[in-house]
């Protein structure tokens, strides 16, 4: 009868014993705050020898249940461990700051085969933005075929926060929607553009809904919504409900409708930060003329 090497089998019988290791962290935590890590695993029948934590290379925790002190904490830089509140498989790490390198969690089983699984995960740690969102551009009211033009803020964050636009309730993306990020030291601040031809099947009994929606992982979601009416100025006849053919090109200029001016940032109670040229209507054009003309 052929001798068994057991030295051969041990790993099989290991990986057995010792499976569905797993290391759960949360998305984003924020600066300064608490995050739970957990490590999952089964050992069957086995039994465990040691369970450690690191932090990249940087071993921060470590379980050893036969062991005269079985926990051991070892000091990082980037948190502490909240012991009162931790268990080994589910550490609790205070005052997270900045964390360069990957979490990590290793077990092995006990004797004899001394089977060890490590397993990794990125914790993201996130700054707030500085204030909440806010809509600029939108006028209260809007005539028909007229351009929508609209910015939503989001200031100083890390990483630089999402946005998303919704038009009574449905999602506006490209070529709707356009951003632009400015890093101003680590934080960024985003600026989302919305654009749309104002369509009469956008508004509900005559009232259009416009939403502002950002986010940071699920850490941080804040929605901001303006609602805007139709003017009841011309009959249906001249309603057209047709797209665009370029949803962000000019609209064509009329001058019997509207009359397309430049004016100092201090003459037009705009909020700061806006830029570009104006429509305005005609029915205050004779008092830009004179206003004009009596500044020569």
Known sequence: MPSINWLSILPLLACRALK?????????????????????????????????????????????PKNDVPIKVFPVHSFKVDLN????????????????????????????????????????????????????????????????????????????????????GQPFREPYVFKRTTKIGKLYTVTSNLRLKSLKKYFIDGRMRVRCSTNLYDTYHRNIEESVLLKNEMSDEFWDDKEPETPFSEPPMDNSFVVKETFPEWFWPMSSGSSGQLLYSIKIYPLIVTWSFLLR
């Open 85 to 168: 509140a931790s268990i080994p498989e589910r550490i609790i790490l205070k005052n997270v700051s900045a964390l360069d390198d990957p979490l990590k969690c290793e077990v092995t089983n006990e004797y004899p085969s001394y089977y060890t699984v490590l397993k990794s995960a990125e914790l993201q740690v996130v700054d707030l933005p500085k204030t909440e969102p806010y809509i600029i551009g939108l006028k209260t009211h809007y005539s028909i075929n007229e351009f929508i033009q609209a910015e939503c803020h989001s200031v100083l964050s890390y990483p630089a926060a999402n946005i998303s636009w919704y038009v009574n």
């Open 20 to 64: 569905n290791v797993q290391i759960k962290v949360p998305q984003a935590v924020v600066r300064g705050r608490d995050a739970a890590v957990q490590c999952v695993f089964d050992l069957e029948s086995d039994q465990l020898y040691v369970l450690k934590w690191y932090l990249g290379e940087h071993e921060f925790f470590r379980y050893s």
